[in-house]
């Protein structure tokens, strides 16, 4: 396990960089117009799992090996993390938690498979 630690600890920087970004944008996006509740629940599915399938994809192109592992590694502490947020706010686990921790763990799976299967580019 300590082989993938420098490339998880990356990936994790990575998603909570992306999450940050992404939800002051898009905050900033909704005080200026009038966004439906259906569209900020969508947004808040979109946000975590692209930002878990970017954070898989940076883990796996530093260590260049088992992408599928890396990716559950990444969705199941992602998972973990919004799991227990959820338990605590609404004591309960409920429906949109479910699909975010589900779209999570998938589209970490796959942006680990994808980034084993893509070149390395750079240096």
């Known amino acids: 396990m300590q082989f993938y630690k420098k490339g998880v600890i990356a990936g994790l920087l990575s998603l909570l960089r992306f999450v940050i970004t992404s ?3 898009f905050g900033t996006i ?5 966004v439906p509740d259906e569209i900020i629940r969508i947004a808040g599915i979109l946000i975590l799992s692209v930002g878990c ?3 898989s994809y940076v883990s ?3 260590i260049r090996n088992n992408g599928l592992l890396q990716g559950l590694i990444i969705g199941d502490i992602a998972s973990s993390v919004l799991l227990v947020i959820c338990l605590i706010v609404n004591r309960a686990l409920t429906i ?4 975010k921790i589900v779209c999570c763990t998938l589209l970490s799976m796959i942006g ?3 980034g084993i299967n893509t070149r390395k580019t750079g240096k």
């Open 23 to 25: 939800t002051i944008l």
């Open 30 to 34: 909704m005080t200026l117009t009038d």
């Open 53 to 55: 399938y970017i954070a």
């Open 60 to 62: 796996t192109q530093i």
């Open 96 to 99: 949109s938690c479910f699909e």
């Open 112 to 114: 680990g498979i994808k």
